[in-house]
């Protein structure tokens, strides 16, 4: 049998950059979320969306099959990423865990098709390099390395980097810059969805 593998959507920031919750912008028609959901569903055996309490009940997953959505475990709530990871390698087992923030609306499923590939037993977490820069949040994870974000976030070392350093990472350098664009803030959107619309919107 296969490895089984996890995709966890991480979806519980306060996007106070953003001005709104940017798990509900949209491109095409069609929220953030929803990329990641597509570029993970045919490629994870379940996945698990990780949110807060007040953005919980707003997402639109009933049809989705081998879907849940949680929030942070109670004593590490808010404290970042780490503590999303963490809570959705506890609420389900499985052996890789491909992880993927919600304001990567380029997403696509070739990424974490192109990422699985350099599965390794000996590996604990595979990362993207794009243009010089490492996306771990963009990334697949060894189930092993769930001892050491606890370690991490009880020590209140946050810092997806500080998990790195204690892991084999294999790097893989990857050339497709516009999947991991992170839309952070509102000119970001104005720049990459609302320009990209009214270009495509002006063809003939």
């Known amino acids: 049998m296969g490895d089984k593998i996890i995709g966890i959507i991480l979806s519980g920031g306060k996007s106070s950059r953003f001005g709104s919750p940017k798990a509900f912008a949209r491109k095409d028609g069609k929220y953030f979320y929803q990329y990641s959901i597509d570029a993970m569903r045919n490629v994870v055996d379940s996945f698990i969306m990780v949110s807060n309490s007040t953005l919980k009940s707003k997402f639109l997953y009933e049809q989705e099959v081998n879907f849940a959505i949680i929030t942070d475990k109670k004593e590490y709530e808010g404290l970042g990423p780490l503590a999303g990871i963490y809570s959705g390698m506890e609420y389900i087992a499985g052996d890789w865990y491909m992880v993927s923030p919600i304001d990567v609306p380029f997403v696509n499923e070739n990424i974490f098709r192109s990422l699985l590939l350099h599965k390794d037993e000996n590996i604990d977490a595979i990362i993207p390099v794009v243009s010089g ?53 509102r000119s970001d959107y104005e720049k990459w969805i609302e320009n990209e619309e009214k270009n495509e919107d002006g063809k003939c």
């Open 133 to 185: 820069k490492i996306q771990p949040l963009l990334s697949i994870y060894h189930h092993r390395v769930k001892g050491l974000i606890q370690l991490l976030l009880e020590s209140n070392a946050l810092s997806v980097q500080e998990l790195l350093k204690k892991c084999k990472v294999k790097y893989v350098p990857m050339e497709e810059e516009k999947a991991f664009y992170n839309i952070n803030r």
